[in-house]
C-alpha cells in the first residue's frame, strides 16, 4: 500500500520532520515521483542495506536504507549501462541535506570509479544521493 514502517531506534521524536523533507524532496525532484525505478540492480557487501535507483533522462538517484544498528562500510557495485552515464566526471549530492557528499575525501569522481564506490553508514541510516554530471 506504499506504507514503509520508521526503523528509527529511539530517533522518534524527530520522525515528524524526516517526513516533511521526505515529501520536500518527493516534490522538488520529478525523478522521484516518476522517473524509472530500479530495485535490486546495486550490488552491495551489506546484506542489511536496501538499495533503490531512481532515474530519467537527465537525473540519477540512489536511495539506501540501512538495516543494521552497526555502523558499517559498505561496496555498492552501479550499474552504469543502465543508467547510461556518459564518460566524464561526476559529483555526488545528498539531496536530503543538500550538501556534497564526500568519502575518503574524494569530491569528483569519474563514470568508471562510479561503478564501485564505498560509502559509510551509520544505524539505522538512509542516504539519498543525486548524480550530477560535472560540466567541464
Known sequence: ???IPSIWGG???DEGVFIRRLLQMRQEYAVLRSGGLYLNMVGC???HVFAVLRHD???HVL???HLDSRKQDIILHLPLDL???APGMYELRTIFSGS????RQELRLSRDELATIQV???PYDVLFLLIEEIAE
Open 100 to 103: 556534497m557528499w564526500i568519502e
Open 45 to 47: 557487501s551489506s546484506l
Open 120 to 122: 559509510t553508514l551509520n
Open 1 to 3: 500500500c506504499g506504507f
Open 83 to 85: 543508467l547510461k552515464l
Open 63 to 65: 536511495g539506501l536504507l
Open 11 to 13: 530517533q522518534e521524536d
Open 57 to 59: 533522462q537527465s537525473t
